[in-house]
């Protein structure tokens, strides 16, 4: 979609630092980080927030959790774990309306899901 952020950075258009990519997920690292590890994952298909989600997407939503594993394996933090957060919208403080998976690690971030 035009004007749209994460398809100029699937684009090649937006440099950003690659971890993955395939067919139809890419991740890259998050240009403000708020922890250690901080990575991005979204679908190459645009797609502007959860609630738009449809029957249809329900393989590429699995598909990005499985990638995510393949990410921490790759990147060497499967081990130690990590957190995924997908902001929705307003309340859910989402800024960039391409939905996307915050993988965060690289230190223990406790219990507390807000940061
Ligand atoms: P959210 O608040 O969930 O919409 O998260 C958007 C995230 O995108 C923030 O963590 C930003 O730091 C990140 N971000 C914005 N622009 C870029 C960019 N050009 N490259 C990588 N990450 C970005
Ligand atoms: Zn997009």
Do not use: W
């Amino acid at each position: 979609m035009e004007d749209c952020l994460f398809c100029k950075i699937i684009k090649g258009e937006i440099p950003s630092s690659k971890v993955y990519e395939d067919d139809d997920v890419l991740a890259f690292h998050d240009i403000n980080p708020a922890a250690p590890i901080h990575i991005l994952v979204i679908p190459k298909k645009h797609i502007s927030k959860l609630t738009d989600l449809s029957k249809e997407d329900e393989a590429l939503i699995g598909k990005i959790y499985t990638t995510i594993n393949k990410i921490a394996v790759q990147e060497g933090f499967s081990e130690d774990g990590f957190r995924v957060i997908a902001n929705c919208g307003k309340n859910g403080g989402q800024e960039v309306m391409h939905i996307h998976f915050h993988i965060l690690g690289g230190r223990e971030l406790g219990p507390k899901i807000i940061h």
